[in-house]
Structure formats: C-alpha cells, structure tokens
T-cell receptor, first 116, second 111 residues
Framework: AQSVAQPEDQVNVAEGNPLTVKCTYSVSGNPYLFWYVQYPNRGLQFLLKYITGDNLVKGSYGFEAEFNKSQTSFHLKKPSALVSDSALYFCAVRDQTSGGYQKVTFGTGTKLQVIP | SQTIHQWPATLVQPVGSPLSLECTVEGTSNPNLYWYRQAAGRGLQLLFYSVGIGQISSEVPQNLSASRPQDRQFILSSKKLLLSDSGFYLC??????????FGPGTRLTVT
C-alpha cells in the first residue's frame, strides 16, 4: 500500500523568507510524486511533479521540490514567499508499478500562511 | 487546451432528496476520470474512478453512485442524500504525465 504524510498542519512564514512544506511518502516501487495547491473554494491546481531524472524539480509560480530517495521525501520549496502563496498545499504519490488504473494517494494538506 | 467543467457550483439540498452532479472534460479523449470529496477543507477522499465509458469503480461504499454515459462526461448521483454527504465535490482527469487536473468543484450542503 502507498501512503504520503504531510507532518505539518500549518506553516507560517514571513513574506520574502524562504518556505518549505514537507512531504514524505511510502510506495512499494518507484514513486511518481506531485504537489498541488488549493485556494479557498477552488479546485486543486497542479504545481509540479517528479517522474524520473533530476532530483530537483521546478514548477509553477517559482516553486520547486527536491526528491530524496534515501529519506523518501519530496519537500516543496520557494526561495522567497509571497502573500499570494498563502493556500492549502497537497502532496501526492503514485506507485510506478501500478497497472492501468492510476491510483493516486493524497496527503492531508498543509496550510501555508505568508505573513506580510 | 483541455478544460474541465463542473456544475452546479453550489447546491443546498434537504436530507432524503436526490443528487446529480455533472462533470465534463474538453480537449482530450478517453480520459481517466475521478470523483473526490473533500470534507472540512482538507483531505481528499476518492469516491469513484472511470477508465472508459460505462466503466466505473467505487473506492468507498456509500449511498452515492457514478455513471459515465459519454467519453468526457462523468456524473455523480444519489437517490437519497444524507447529512454526511455534505462536502466539496471535485472531478478530475489524468493528464499524459500522470498529473491530475481538477474542476472548480461543487459545494454541497445537505440540510
């Protein structure tokens, strides 16, 4: 069974400071990893993904994430936070060894609050 | 480009009433489609997924059902709503790179 954990319910960061939102995962094979962002009363928006290759993945709105296989982590990062980054962030994992049906497991979400 | 639509955006229904939520996708063919429910603005619960017309798989037993009458149409239904059915319902499809694209959601309040 696959799982993903977002250990922080909420992260507070001052505007202009770097931010990190943590994610760890568990899969039986190699993972596909994803980050999504959700603004209030909106659907989730895809930010970035790791499939294979370079461990540092760059995505939308200046976000990036680092895949660390030994630590089974995929933390989301941004060098300088904006107030507009305040939202709910979800990490998700899919086992590459899955069959035709692409089951994705989502974390419980981390609320990011950027303080002006 | 691909887009995904959901309607209605909000819905208030009494307990015991029927439900029909619709999702349509444009700009792609034979997508994998999903229905999720999000309670209390947090975790996503996968309700149903579909890999093709008429092919529906249920992840969680409940009083909800889903149908896929056309390639790019996915419908979530209930014959009798429960209070516990309240939540934010999201439809999604899977892109070629395995990421999911979500619709704007339907806020359902059962009173």
């Amino acid at each position: 069974a696959q799982s993903v954990a977002q250990p922080e319910d909420q992260v507070n960061v001052a505007e202009g400071n770097p931010l990190t939102v943590k994610c760890t995962y568990s899969v039986s094979g190699n993972p596909y990893l994803f980050w999504y962002v959700q603004y209030p009363n909106r659907g989730l928006q895809f930010l970035l993904k790791y499939i294979t290759g370079d461990n540092l993945v760059k995505g939308s709105y200046g976000f990036e994430a680092e895949f660390n296989k030994s630590q089974t982590s995929f933390h989301l990062k941004k060098p300088s936070a904006l107030v507009s980054d305040s939202a709910l962030y979800f990490c998700a994992v899919r086992d590459q060894t899955s069959g035709g049906y692409q089951k994705v497991t989502f974390g419980t979400g981390t609320k990011l609050q950027v303080i002006p | 480009s691909q887009t995904i639509h959901q309607w209605p955006a909000t819905l208030v229904q009494p307990v015991g009433s029927p439900l029909s939520l619709e999702c349509t996708v444009e700009g792609t063919s034979n997508p994998n489609l999903y229905w999720y429910r999000q309670a209390a603005g947090r975790g996503l619960q996968l309700l149903f997924y579909s890999v093709g017309i008429g092919q529906i798989s249920s992840e969680v037993p409940q009083n909800l059902s889903a149908s896929r009458p056309q390639d790019r149409q996915f419908i979530l239904s209930s014959k009798k709503l429960l209070l516990s059915d309240s939540g934010f319902y999201l439809c999604a499809w899977t892109g070629r790179g395995y990421e999911q694209y979500f619709g704007p959601g339907t806020r359902l309040t059962v009173t």
